[in-house]
Nanobody
Framework: QGQFVESGGGLVQPGGSLRLSCAAS????????MGWFRQAPGKQRELVAR???????NYADSVKGRFTIPRDNAKKMVYLQMNSLKPEDTAVYYC????????WGQGTQVTVSS
């Protein structure tokens, strides 16, 4: 098992919501900036949201206002709350430190389709 384990993906209709979870195994998780990345078929992996150790957040323009990235340092968890989902949000979603180091997790598939 890798250093990050993602879960919570699935099939959702346009306009729906999903909450992704990421469990980290790093002992000093709280010191890392964490991010959610996604990769759609035929496209490069992109960073969609990140949260600093102090919980400052940044979002890609494509998800701003729809996604949020809370973290729980005590539980070594980071989440991606996705609202108002669009078909173009369909991708495999990964969590990682920013910048990424080490291997990627298995990701979790999000499919937005009617």
């Amino acid at each position: 098992q890798g250093q990050f384990v993602e879960s919570g993906g699935g099939l959702v209709q346009p306009g729906g919501s999903l909450r992704l979870s990421c469990a980290a195994s790093r002992s000093i998780f709280s010191l890392y900036t964490m991010g959610w990345f996604r990769q759609a078929p035929g496209k490069q992996r992109e960073l969609v949201a990140r949260v600093s150790s102090g919980s400052s957040t940044n979002y890609a323009d494509s998800v701003k206002g729809r996604f949020t990235i809370p973290r729980d340092n005590a539980k070594k968890m980071v989440y991606l709350q996705m609202n108002s989902l669009k078909p173009e949000d369909t991708a495999v979603y990964y969590c990682a430190s920013v910048p990424p180091t080490g291997s990627w997790g298995q990701g979790t598939q999000v499919t937005v389709s009617s």
